[in-house]
């Protein structure tokens, strides 16, 4: 799923569902993998769906989960811990980064940009068509490029996530799938589909891999 590369940062607009994609290949590759996963929570912006909420679950799971510095792994502030410099240190883990929405989290990555220079890293950006900046391609591909700027990397996949939460249907994942499909400027990884939408005949009918998710970021109110 991640081909050669130790580290993986899953990037996008607000909303498109980053940080369940995150969560995701982390137990995927939890699960397959015999070297240590750790998932690097880089979202400094967002107050609900956060995969540091996630930590005790997922160290059950076997992975290990860095966020914020101490003190602060709930503030909206520019904390990061020092710890996240051993992942560069490790050689022997797979590192899933999940960053904040829309190019901030491209700036927030770039700050390890003398560390990231001598690794080989995947930049996967998640589009979903039905949500805002990523309702038209060209938005999606001006998008793309001010994350690669402020991260100072190229994007080098994206990751269909074509839904619309509950209201979603077959008809909807395909009508999205096909508007993902026309951008031609990166290539397409893999599509998403929850479980609950999920069918076998989806593989060979959008003849492209899928990962099926697992919800995992549940709220209190749901």
């Not at 998932?39 to 540091?52: A, E, K, P, T």
């Not at 031609?184 to 899928?210: A, G, H, N, R, S």
């Amino acid at each position: 799923m991640i081909g050669n590369k130790r580290m993986t940062a899953i990037c996008g607009a607000f909303g498109t569902g980053k940080t369940e994609i995150s969560v995701n290949i982390a137990l995927k590759l939890a699960a397959e993998q015999k070297k240590r996963v750790i998932l690097v929570d880089l979202d400094i912006v967002n107050l609900y769906f956060r995969s540091r909420d996630k930590r005790d679950a997922l160290a059950a799971k076997g992975i290990k989960v860095i966020s914020g510095a101490k003190g602060f792994e709930n503030a909206d502030l520019p904390a990061l811990a020092p710890e996240i410099l051993e992942v560069f240190a490790q050689k022997d883990s797979l590192v899933i980064f999940d960053l904040g929405g829309s190019d901030y989290g491209g700036t927030v990555l770039s700050r390890f940009n003398e560390y990231l220079k001598n690794e080989k890293i995947n930049l996967w950006l998640v589009v979903n068509p039905f949500r805002p900046f990523n309702e038209k391609n060209e938005d999606t591909v001006a998008m793309a490029e001010h994350i690669s700027r402020r991260a100072r990397l190229p994007v080098s996949g994206i990751i269909a996530n074509p839904h619309l939460m509950n209201q979603t249907t077959d008809a909807l994942i395909e009508q999205g799938l096909a508007q993902i499909n026309r951008i031609q400027k990166y290539p397409l990884k893999f599509l998403t589909v929850m479980e609950d939408y999920y069918k076998p005949e989806m593989e060979k009918e959008f003849e492209i891999p899928i990962m099926v998710l697992s919800k995992n970021m549940i709220q209190p109110w749901e």
